[in-house]
């Protein structure tokens, strides 16, 4: 299991560069403590370079070549393969934008804002004459400011890729506008290859495929949480992504709403939250990093500009199957933003020949290198540790799946035993000092869990046990009293006036399920049945008065509910197969994946995840441990109960 961050080094690079841009590092690295790394990975700063932008690795001398939002653009010296900069060296400074850089048969091209030029020879000497050296393949480029910085790469078909982005925040565009065009390394043939992308700063390929995949920074000015950023692939050429029809995803603009786009459009592979702006990324296919990093998409998000509150300045991870394919999205590293205010925009991606990351930063102007195992080179730095030790996990339980604490420390655990099978279900207590003995037996699949007025509610298949402190069971709500036929009754809320919540998860494809309430004297009515949206509702959770957080096991998202009115608003998504919902005394929200044993939390619903747990085999129904500081996290098939620290 791998529960949270822990620990991250930092050290400062030398460099050959001036006083004040020493002083400069110093303080980043001073910042470094800030970060929040998982288990094993370091970070430190591998060099400094100005406004450093996208970055390309030149090939026999490993040169970093690194460009910017201005005129320069730089070469990053390690002579002696340490890992940290020699020096930093301006090879150019009269370009108009020189943002993109690539490298390909030992040579540069750079893309400005109105052409590209390829400059011969870069890795035999720095001190050449570059400027005089241009030659421009391609000069067609819209000039244009707004959305001005291009972004390229060589693709497996050795041709060079361009993101050309809209001169817009949302208009109609024109020629290749909004678009990804490719050509020849000479320049030749030059055609547009992907339509209807807003503003793509980051591009790469598949390691496996070679399919290409691109970020995309969609429309503003449309509220704090949409459109979403997306990661989209374009596996052939025509294919068109849906600018200006759609401002991202498949939110549309009003302005644009009633107007048909040219040809069927393709939606994002994920989304991102909106308005942390997704930049640069890199397929990781080096062998530093733990071996479920193969394949995976490490992706800048450069943050928000005009978010009331700010989003992003982090790097995410984009998971992918065995079968190639987007799995899913989580946090890799994030921490440079602090109490809403940002000391680092993560801008670009690069992988070096041993595997490790370099990590490009606008704003601090610096370049970070991230490691995995190696020996820490700076200091280390205790995150989210709670001065205490988490209890033990609890093993040789038979399939649990849902706990709840009581006052007292005490721990009620739901077993079901053999999934489908009646009677050999059981209500477990696990003592403050660990020990397990039985509150109530002879259950068939008990699910929810939630205690109120010392009586435990559970979810028993069809039916609603109540079950008191002395292990006597009753069943408070029968199959007959539910609206229509109880299919998979899941999860368990009980709110203060002591009326109860519980999900039906229905079956697979979603038909049967719903949400209901039961009150004290034994009504049953339905909140929302199988036709309100959600394919199949599970983790429940008080969100004030009448309002109801709630997890969809089917699609990974996450709703409130609003009781009264059955009215629902989704608030977040990518949570696998979603499960159980709580929050601590903080206010966080903590959200488990079933499906991929992992857990999340959120400073509010609407926040991006922060992954705190990894490695199980089905993160089942959490709660909350007495002391605050502790989630209690079935996992149901490898039958224990983990103490996952949170503080």
């Not at 029809?245 to 939250?273: C, I, L, M, N, S």
């Not at 921490?335 to 490790?356: C, K, M, Y």
């Not at 102007?365 to 209890?391: F, L, M, N, W």
């Not at 939630?450 to 046990?465: I, Q, T």
């Amino acid at each position: 299991m791998k529960s949270g961050y822990h620990s991250i080094t930092a050290a400062a690079a030398l460099l050959g560069l001036s006083a004040t841009a020493g002083t400069a590092t110093a303080d980043v690295d001073d910042n470094l403590s800030k970060l929040n790394l998982p288990d094993g990975f370091n970070i430190e700063v591998y060099a400094e370079v100005p406004s450093a932008r996208q970055m390309a690795l030149g090939q026999s001398t490993g040169t970093v070549f690194v460009g910017t939002r201005g005129e320069k653009v730089y070469a990053v010296v390690d002579k002696n393969k340490d890992r940290k900069a020699d020096k930093v060296v301006t090879i150019m400074d009269d370009l108009k934008v020189g943002n993109g850089v690539a490298m390909y048969q030992g040579n540069l091209y750079v893309a400005e804002q109105h052409r590209i030029a390829r400059y011969s020879a870069p890795g035999f000497d720095l001190n050449l004459p570059f400027s005089e050296m241009r030659d421009v393949i391609y000069e067609d480029l819209p000039d244009k400011s707004h959305h001005g910085w291009r972004y390229i790469d060589f693709g497996p078909d050795g041709k060079l890729y361009v993101t050309v982005g809209a001169p817009c925040n949302i208009c109609e565009v024109s020629g290749i506008e909004a678009t990804i065009i490719r050509m020849n390394p000479d320049g030749s043939d030059a055609e547009i290859y992907a339509h209807g992308i807003r503003n793509s700063v980051g591009i790469d390929f598949h390691p496996e495929t070679g399919v290409l995949y691109f970020t995309d920074n969609n429309t503003d000015m449309m509220g704090d949480d949409r459109p979403p950023g997306e990661f989209n692939a374009a596996p052939e050429k025509g294919m068109h992504f849906g600018f200006p029809y759609y401002a991202g995803g498949r939110d549309r603009h009003e302005d644009w709403k009633d107007k048909e786009p040219p040809q069927e459009v393709t939606f994002p592979e994920v989304e991102f939250q909106a308005h942390t702006a997704n930049l640069g990324f890199k397929f990781y296919t080096g062998d530093m990093f733990p071996a479920d990093y193969q394949g995976d998409a490490i992706v800048t998000q450069h943050g928000s500009w005009n978010r009331t509150e700010p989003v992003g300045y982090k790097l995410m991870r984009v998971t992918f199957d065995d079968n190639n394919e987007v799995s899913g999205k989580e946090v890799f590293i994030d921490g440079w933003l602090q109490d809403g205010e940002a000391w680092g925009r993560p801008t670009d991606v690069l992988q070096l020949p041993d595997g490790s990351l370099l990590v490009s930063d606008d704003y601090n102007g610096v370049i970070y290198r991230i490691s995995y195992g190696e020996e820490d080179t700076g200091k280390t730095h205790s995150v989210r540790a709670t001065g205490e030790q988490t209890p033990e996990a609890v093993s040789g339980l038979a399939m649990p799946e849902s706990a709840v604490a009581h006052p007292d420390g005490r721990v009620f655990i739901s077993e079901i035993g053999e999934f489908g099978k009646d009677g050999d279900g059981q209500i477990s207590v696990i003592g403050s000092d660990g020990s397990k003995s039985t509150l109530a037996q002879f259950l068939d699949d008990p699910k929810g869990i939630d205690l109120w007025n010392d009586r435990l509610y559970v979810a028993d298949n069809d039916k609603l046990l109540e079950i008191n402190m002395d292990g006597d069971v009753k069943v408070f709500a029968k199959p007959e009293d539910f609206p229509g036929t109880p299919q998979f009754l899941n999860d368990v809320e009980v709110d203060g006036q002591g009326n109860i919540y519980v999900s039906d998860s229905g079956k697979d494809n979603g038909d049967n399920s719903g949400i209901y309430k039961v009150t004290q004297a034994g009504e049953v009515s339905e909140i929302i049945g199988s036709d309100a949206g959600i394919k199949r509702p599970n983790g429940l959770l008080m969100d004030g008065p009448g309002q109801l957080l709630v997890a969809d096991f089917g699609t990974g998202d996450l709703y409130r509910l609003d009781i009264n009115s059955g009215k629902l608003t989704a608030l977040n998504s990518g949570f696998g197969g979603a499960d159980g919902l709580v929050r601590d005394s903080r206010g966080y929200l903590y959200v488990s994946d079933w499906n991929n044993g992992k857990v999340w939390q959120l400073t509010e619903p609407k926040a991006t995840p922060q992954l705190i747990g990894d490695g199980y085999e089905a993160a089942a129904d959490i709660g909350l441990a007495t002391d605050g500081k502790h989630l209690l996290l079935p996992d149901m098939k490898a039958g224990q109960l983990h103490y996952l620290s949170i503080r």
